[in-house]
């Protein structure tokens, strides 16, 4: 079964908001297997905007994020 992950579990496993969602999307991932997982291109572009927003991250360093 293959597996889409939504912008918030990737932002959080980046460490967006806090330490402990970061940990449990991070787990959350981390339990998947690699060949499952599904990342739609909305996805990246909504990472990439969150990454620069709320990560305060240069768009150089969200874009290799995303």
Not at 15 to 23: T, Y
Not at 46 to 59: D, I, M, N
């Amino acid at each position: 079964m293959r597996v889409a992950i939504d912008t918030n579990v990737l932002a959080y496993g980046e460490g967006v908001n806090d330490r402990e969602r970061a940990l449990i999307a991070s787990e959350v991932v981390a339990r998947l297997p690699v060949n499952d997982i599904v990342v739609p291109v909305q996805v990246r572009g909504e990472l990439f905007s969150v990454l620069q927003r709320k990560g305060k991250l240069a768009p150089a360093r969200a874009r290799a994020m995303s």
